[in-house]
């Protein structure tokens, strides 16, 4: 049963380029979420994709933005890159809401920003 | 102001010997409380979950505690082994808007020394 799977491992780009990165949830989940997780920081929560909605967000800005498609795997989008948006980025993914749903993260994608 | 703050920072600790990590929260209206490990570069995997009617959970060598009058929660790992050197991540659940949202501490970084 392969687990979450996020795609690339490690990528580097420029200021003001664009990025996209792509994650496949563990089996029989539906719910995809992103985070963003600096250097010696816990993951900042990104938003949060159900039946192919973003169904809740942080407190990023709209240079930021995500897709979840009919398999339920998902894929965020980050234009305009800022030095600041290095880091590691996490997809996690879950049962729809339940109380003590189970999060499963994926290994990331550590972008650098050059 | 949702807050989930972590203690202490660091921890340096000999082999074979028991430490205890330290985690309160002011997040409400709580819904569980989890405790993951996060290896260095990699994401985080999930220890346990605990909601309001638990105060103790273990798995394996760890032991988490709850106390929801307090706000705090504790991480005890018995017998450390060299395996065990990773961030410990405190996240708390609340629901919002009908969602369960989750806010992350910024963990406890544990360093096993032979």
């Known amino acids: 049963d392969a687990g979450v799977t996020q795609s690339p491992t490690h990528l580097i780009k420029t200021r003001g380029q664009q990025v996209t990165l792509r994650c496949s949830p563990k089996?029989?989940?539906?719910?995809v979420s992103w985070y963003q997780q600096a250097l010696g920081q816990g993951p900042q929560f990104i938003f949060q994709y159900y039946e192919e909605e973003e169904r809740q967000r942080g407190n990023f800005p709209d240079r930021f933005s995500g897709h979840q498609f009919p398999n339920y795997s998902s894929e965020l989008n980050v234009n305009a890159l800022l030095l600041g948006d290095s880091a590691l980025y996490l997809c996690?993914?879950?049962?729809?809401?339940?109380?003590?749903?189970?999060?499963?993260f994926g290994e990331g994608s550590r972008l650098t920003v050059l | 102001k949702n807050q989930v703050e972590q203690s202490p920072q660091s921890l340096i600790i000999l082999e074979g010997k028991n430490c205890t990590l330290q985690c309160n929260y002011t997040v409400s209206p709580f819904s569980n409380l989890r405790w993951y490990k996060q290896d260095t570069g990699r994401g985080p995997v999930s220890l346990t979950i605990m909601t309001f009617s638990e105060n103790t959970k273990s798995n394996g060598r760890y032991t988490a505690t709850l106390d929801a009058d307090t706000k705090q929660s504790s991480l005890h790992i018995t017998a450390s082994q060299l395996s065990d050197s990773a961030s410990y991540i405190c996240?708390?659940?609340?629901?919002?808007?009908?969602?369960?949202?989750?806010?992350f501490g910024t963990g406890t970084r544990l360093l096993v020394s032979p």
């Open positions: 089996s029989g989940h539906d719910t």
């Open positions: 996240v708390v659940s609340h629901m919002n808007t009908g969602f369960q949202k989750l806010v």
């Open positions: 996690a993914s879950s049962l729809v809401d339940r109380g003590t749903g189970e999060l499963f």
